[in-house]
């Protein structure tokens, strides 16, 4: 276990709990370590830490316009890159069809998140159906294909050379966010029987992300059964069960739902708003400068940013202070909403991410000037 330097206090005017009852007239800011699970501290600004006239150099904040990507690719591998690092790479896959042949990640386990479209995997055990907000957790060196009934835009998140992790989830208990029972996996049912012949099948390999092609005179995909706690699973964002507070705004760690060991995978979902009249009910400014925050946003209306749309992706690299947008910010304390109605999915990592060309040509450069007043 890491002991760190541990010394809690209060120092001129402050509030004695986080994210409420704030000095009137100021704005808190959290410096944080281990991703809001580490020593932190909490100022009270006499002016919102984002309200910059001007920002120079290599440390900036980005927003990549995903929806241009309209390219679609018949492989996941050759789904474009958009960032990555030693230890994830995360891509978009448009998909218009049916893969033609089958794929295999011997680099990683793959997160696939569907972020539109409806139809059919089938891999080493058995048949699933997928659809817009699953989440697909694909084990390394699993053998599968997707059929598509509706076009297929998913985000594919590879933790390299490591295995996806549930987080522990604590004094919630091991049913919170969601119930492991809830974790769908793959049938041999009649589609998976069905789909099996004597064909010409090619398997693409991805290893150190270059690929190999083998070719069976058979489909692979032939398993009669099996048994054991190895296997594609899926859950839907929709079947997460946000924990929150009425009187306290919980960090985004919270919302955690995998995890690898240099990276986290968080949701948000909609919860309501907190209620206690002295709970901040938007997103604290702060500096989680421990990681990396990448977040795309699946659908709704994302409270805390201003001009952001669904399949859009947004980088704060470690370093850089954020937090509301100037309209949300105005609502810290008063929501004339009831609830969030925000779908995104968050992965932070510990290392930082490297921007690759497909999201360089689409990144919205003006996204550094949105937190000035009045944009
Ligand atoms: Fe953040």
């Not at 009270?44 to 910059?52: E, L, V």
């Not at 290599?58 to 990549?64: E, I, M, N, T």
């Not at 998913?154 to 987080?167: C, K, M, V, W």
């Not at 859950?235 to 986290?264: E, G, K, Q, W």
């Amino acid at each position: 276990m890491k002991r760190y330097v541990h010394f809690p206090r209060v120092e001129g005017q402050a509030s004695r709990q986080a994210h409420a009852d704030l000095p009137q007239g100021t704005y808190e800011r959290e410096i944080s370590k281990e991703g809001f699970f580490g020593p932190a501290a909490h100022l009270y600004h006499r002016h919102p830490p984002t309200g910059w006239v001007d920002f120079e150099g290599p440390l900036r904040p980005h927003a990549f316009d995903c929806t241009q990507l309209v390219a679609t690719q018949q492989s996941p591998w050759d789904a474009p890159e958009l960032l990555c690092n030693a230890s994830v790479r995360v891509r978009q896959w448009r998909l218009a069809g049916d893969m033609p042949s089958l794929a295999r990640n011997a680099d990683g386990d793959e997160l696939l998140f569907v972020h539109a479209g409806r139809g059919e995997l089938f891999c080493d055990y058995g048949h699933l159906a997928f659809e817009s907000g699953d989440y697909l957790l694909i084990p390394r060196g699993t053998l599968w294909r997707v059929t598509c009934t509706e076009p297929l835009q998913a985000l594919l998140i590879e933790a390299t050379n490591n295995s996806y992790r549930l987080p522990d989830k604590g004094l919630l208990g091991p049913h919170a966010l969601f119930d492991a029972a809830m974790l769908d996996t793959p049938r041999i049912d009649e589609a998976f029987l069905g789909q099996q012949d004597d064909a010409q099948w090619r398997v693409s390999i991805k290893r150190r992300n270059a690929i190999s092609t083998v070719t069976y005179p058979f489909n692979p995909l032939d398993a009669v059964g099996w048994h054991g706690d190895l296997s594609v699973v899926r859950i839907n964002l929709r079947d997460l069960r946000p924990v929150m507070s009425h009187r306290y705004h919980l960090p985004p760690s919270a919302h955690t739902t995998f995890l690898a060991d240099r990276f986290v995978v968080c949701s948000f979902v909609p919860r309501p708003f907190e209620t206690d009249p002295g709970a901040m009910k938007v997103p604290f400014f702060h500096n989680n400068d421990d990681y990396d925050e990448l977040i795309f946003y699946h659908a709704g209306n994302f409270f805390s940013r201003d001009n952001i749309h669904p399949g859009m992706m947004t980088l704060h690299p470690g370093g850089f202070t954020h937090g509301p947008h100037p309209k949300a910010l105005r609502n810290v304390f008063q929501q004339s909403k009831p609830a969030t109605d925000e779908y995104a999915v968050m992965i932070d990592t510990r290392d930082a991410l490297d921007i690759c060309p497909a999201a360089a040509g689409v990144e919205w450069t003006g996204y550094v000037d949105s937190w000035k007043s009045g944009t």
